[in-house]
């Protein structure tokens, strides 16, 4: 779940929940909620990868063979 990857990575970067709402320019309480939902727009997850200082990766991966596309 994407919510568990931000959680993970606020830790690592040592960066609260509110900070990395101010960096993304939403509301702590809005942030709050979408982590609770794990409901995030493509860009959401981009804005929140840069303000983490990682990249997205999105992929496809196939059920039946793990491949990756």
């Known amino acids: 779940m994407f919510s568990d990857k931000i959680r993970i990575m606020l830790i690592k970067r040592k960066m609260t929940m509110q900070e990395l709402a101010y960096k993304v320019d939403i509301s702590p309480q809005n942030l709050s909620n979408k982590l609770g939902r794990d409901n995030f727009s493509e860009l959401e997850m981009k804005n929140i990868a840069t303000a983490l200082g ?3 990766d999105i992929n496809f991966v196939m059920n039946e063979t793990n491949e990756s596309v």
């Open 54 to 56: 990682c990249k997205l």
